[in-house]
């Protein structure tokens, strides 16, 4: 046996593309076998199945899943399926404990071959009141809706990347740091 004098490890670190085009593709395009199955068993623990949109809050799936293992900037990554906020409309509920996921833009493309094969949108958990309002960012990652409908596949499983804000605890910081004493405070010299 070889002793190391450091210790081995592997990170998880796909690029956007990769999401979309290998492990989103093969979640939506690429059937099961028996002999062949579109995820081998170290894929299946890598990208779990959650419900990002239901009752539990993040700080909740980020426990169940895991991610108080995972060091700072380190991120868990799901499939999940939209629900949508009316039968037949095609606004996405995007609900999640007692906030909700806010987008933050519009979405970037992503591209592979020079083809758009995805988009990735980011949001924030926003929950005012609450001591974990802004502390959490989702990218979601979905297949361009063209390449859905041309092989008839749904359109309500995406890709997501869940990570806490590490941002959001020093920006804080800050503004108690640079905040004037409200001329109610007490300093006691």
């Not at 990208?47 to 993040?58: A, F, I, N, R, T």
């Not at 900037?73 to 995007?94: D, E, M, W």
């Not at 974990?132 to 390449?147: Q, R, T, V």
Request: charged share 30%.
């Amino acid at each position: 046996m070889v002793d190391f004098p450091i210790s081995v490890e592997c990170r998880f670190l796909p690029t956007d593309k990769e999401l979309v085009s290998c492990y989103l593709f093969n979640k939506l395009f690429v059937t099961q076998t028996e002999t062949e199955q579109p995820f081998h068993d170290l894929e299946k623990a890598l990208v779990k199945q959650c419900d990002l949109y239901g009752s539990l809050e993040p700080w909740e799936i980020w426990s169940l899943y895991g991610g108080d293992h995972l060091e700072d900037g380190q991120a868990l990554y799901f499939f999940a399926r939209l629900k949508k906020a009316s039968v037949n409309g095609s606004r996405i509920c995007r609900r999640v404990g007692s906030g909700t996921w806010a987008g933050e833009d519009s979405g970037d493309r992503i591209m592979d071959a020079g083809n758009v094969v995805g988009f990735k949108k980011r949001f924030l958990y926003e929950n005012h009141g609450s001591p974990h309002d802004g502390h959490w960012i989702m990218h979601e990652f979905a297949i361009d809706s063209s390449l859905l409908r041309q092989h008839q596949k749904p359109d309500d499983i995406v890709l997501c990347r869940m990570k806490r804000n590490l941002l959001s605890k020093k920006n804080k910081f800050k503004q108690y740091c640079n905040s004037e004493p409200s001329k109610h405070s007490k300093i006691d010299v």
